[in-house]
């Protein structure tokens, strides 16, 4: 996932958008037995700043498939994740940085991955867990 930032810049391109197909690590998923099925939809917008920093907004979609936290029946779920990064040129130990020709996505959408993993996968909204009353 790169953006060539300095061929960006050499045709004056200082907006645009792209989209990928991602294959994510299976150690980004962080619930017990859950997995994404199939690829991670990543899109997203770009802005090439004067100082050579690149604003990006990434927009993640993906489908969580796995066992519900309450009651352990199949569960899936689709989601969608939004977000705001900035790419310096250099590193300031804050954002993230990229040698100022061409910029790697990777580890900005590996983390946008983690940040956007809901705490429980759940079969339904108003799961009631296993019934241990029920015969
Ligand atoms: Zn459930």
Do not use: H
């Not at 790169?2 to 061929?7: E, H, L, N, Q």
């Not at 958008?17 to 994404?36: G, H, K, Q, T």
């Amino acid at each position: 996932m790169i953006i060539d930032v300095a061929r960006q810049i050499a045709l004056k391109n200082y907006r645009g958008s792209f989209s990928f197909e991602y294959d994510c690590p299976e150690e980004l998923v962080l619930l017990p037995s859950a997995r994404i099925q199939g690829k991670v939809q990543v899109e997203g917008e770009y802005e090439i700043y004067a100082d050579d920093s690149v604003g990006i907004l990434l927009r993640l979609g993906y489908l969580l498939c796995g066992q519900c936290s309450y009651c352990l029946e199949p569960a899936k779920k689709q989601v969608e994740y939004e977000c705001e990064v900035l790419f310096l040129p250099e590193d300031d130990g804050e954002n993230y940085s990229y040698n100022g020709f061409k910029l790697d996505l990777t580890t900005a959408v590996n983390d946008a991955v983690l940040f956007s993993q809901p705490q429980v996968l759940l079969c339904r909204d108003d799961c009631k867990g296993i019934d241990y009353n029920k015969e």
